[in-house]
């Protein structure tokens, strides 16, 4: 297949439901074993065969320039900065002129999905998607929100974690995993310097025009909670010591 595609991480986020344990960086930057969350990202990464990413930066953005300076590491250091708040979807946006290719992976910076990026990527291209999103299962939907997909794993609609059903076995419990491959024509859809999400208006926007979820059983954890980051805490590490 060639060289993988680049990736953006999103690394803008001010971490508000973690303020009560930790507010001396952005949510990227959170100590997990003493570590950087970022750094597991960027060594999974690495491992995945990625050799260059973009990070989409905001809130002080300073303190992750210092770790992890431009133009080095593996993989390669790029950045996008944000002077003011833009989203998932404006900082996609915004990194425009950084991405290389006719497609780019996208993952959340505050979260961790355990995906086989070359068969997402092979199934991306050979479903013909325009994007395509990692999907998991997860005990409950209600904080995430959910995603339903038809037999052939087209995205048919997305219900909003503030939207409930009745809970029992027809409530959803696939979510979107925060990675995705996005082709090089989403960034036509997203106006520029404003603020926009791209979970909740790019990508439903997309519905019926080629966005498609790719499904996966790996390792899934969000520390954009205090109980979960407690729980990656050990976690984490387990997982990246196999």
């Given amino acids: 297949m ?47 065969g990625i050799g260059r990413v973009v990070l989409c930066t905001g809130y002080r953005h300073g303190q992750i320039k210092a770790l992890y300076p431009e133009g080095e590491g593996d993989p390669e250091i790029r950045y996008s900065v944000e002077e003011e708040p833009l989203g998932t979807g404006g900082a996609v946006k915004k990194a425009e002129g950084a991405i290389d290719g006719d497609c780019f992976f996208v993952l959340n910076g505050d979260s961790f999905l355990d995906v086989a990026l070359d068969e997402m990527l092979a199934f991306h291209k050979r479903s013909g998607a325009v994007a395509t999103i990692a999907t998991v299962e997860v005990p409950s939907a209600a904080r995430y929100g ?4 038809d037999g052939a794993g087209r995205v048919v609609s997305f219900l909003e974690k503030t939207e409930r059903v009745g809970a029992g076995p027809q409530m959803s419990q696939t ?26 208006e790019v990508f439903p926007a997309l519905i019926g025009k080629g966005i498609y979820g790719f499904k996966s059983r790996g390792y899934f954890i969000d520390v954009g909670v205090p109980e979960d980051l407690e729980r990656a805490q050990t976690e984490l590490p387990e997982h990246f010591a196999r």
């Fill in 175 to 200: 979510i979107n995993g925060g990675l995705y491959v996005l082709d090089r024509s989403v960034l036509q859809l997203i106006p520029g310097a404003t603020k926009v999400s791209i979970e909740k």
């Fill in 2 to 48: 060639g060289a993988m595609p680049q990736a953006l991480v999103l690394c803008g986020g001010f971490g508000t439901r973690l303020q009560s344990v930790y507010s001396e960086g952005p949510k990227s930057l959170v100590p997990i074993a003493g570590r950087p969350l970022l750094s597991y990202g960027l060594e999974w990464l690495r491992s995945e």
């Fill in 146 to 149: 959910s995603v339903a997909l």
